[in-house]
């Protein structure tokens, strides 16, 4: 299994009081206990580690780089006047994709002046993970019917619309991925009735149904969500009664399919 979308960061960052919260020590125990093999790690936000985005990226880096069982993903504001150099740079050592919360970066998806950081991720070939579902700020900067327009002037660029939205805008992430074959949808946090992006199972059915398994892909959330939440979600998955191979689809392997491996064997020297 390819567990993705794990947040790590240094110690104490996430949680004063228990350090080893958000580490990947932290997260390579809960991988073990839960028989997790692989999983996609996203760069630090700067606010977390504030010596910018350059220092984020390179401290992911170094953190994996010998280390076969993890994925980085770049985080870069994407109007960063560094964000193609980063894009390009991490991609070269490695990296397989891209973590975009335009929330957090307060940006707007449809901001003309990304279009550049969009080309350059479609012509690297890495996919971008994109939150979508209410997180403060203008959320109509950040409604998921936005990324429509970006899958089609970029069709070989791969989008994963993570947390679908949540209840809110779950229709919205559905159209855009039955619209976009290059479009995948993200289950992360959706799973559990208490969760921020909590969608009920009958839709879920319905996302099954039309969209299908092979573009459907499971999410941590780590560490927003630890070991029980993260043991209960794949619970939940495993409880529809899949197939296999849907199964090990939705729990890592159509993520797989997404990555531009052959830079990360580089990472190896190979
Ligand atoms: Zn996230």
Not at 97 to 122: M, N, Q, T, W
Not at 128 to 156: E, M, S, T
Not at 212 to 235: C, V
């Amino acid at each position: 299994m390819l567990l993705n979308h794990c947040h790590v960061m240094p110690e104490g960052v996430f949680n004063k009081n228990r350090p080893e919260e958000g580490t990947l020590q932290h997260l390579n125990k809960i991988m073990e206990e839960l028989g997790i093999e692989e999983a996609v790690l996203f760069a630090p936000f700067t606010y977390q580690i504030p010596e910018g985005s350059y220092r984020c990226n390179q401290w992911l880096w170094e953190l994996i780089r010998k280390k076969r069982q993890f994925y980085g993903f770049v985080t870069v504001h994407p109007l960063d006047p560094d964000a193609l150099n980063i894009l390009n740079e991490f991609a070269n050592k490695g990296f397989v994709g891209v973590k975009f919360h335009p929330a957090i970066f307060r940006v707007c998806l449809d901001d003309s002046a990304i279009e550049p950081f969009y080309a350059e991720a479609e012509k690297l070939n890495l996919p971008i993970l994109f939150h979508v579902g209410i997180h403060g700020w203008q959320v109509n900067c950040y409604a998921p019917i936005l990324l429509d327009k970006i899958a089609q002037n970029h069709p070989r660029l791969k989008i994963i619309v993570e947390h679908m939205g949540g209840y809110e805008f779950f229709h919205q992430a559905l159209a855009v991925v039955r619209n976009n074959p290059n479009c995948y949808a993200g289950i992360s946090t959706v799973l559990q009735e208490d969760y921020s992006w909590y969608i009920p199972q009958s839709e879920l059915m319905y996302l099954l149904r039309t969209v299908g398994p092979e573009r459907i892909i499971y999410g941590a959330d780590f560490p927003y969500n630890g070991l029980l939440r993260i043991k209960r979600d794949i619970e939940i998955i495993r409880s529809w009664n899949l197939s296999q191979e849907d199964e090990e689809n939705i729990l890592g392997k159509n993520l797989k399919r997404l990555l531009p491996l052959k830079s990360h064997s580089k990472k190896n020297g190979k």
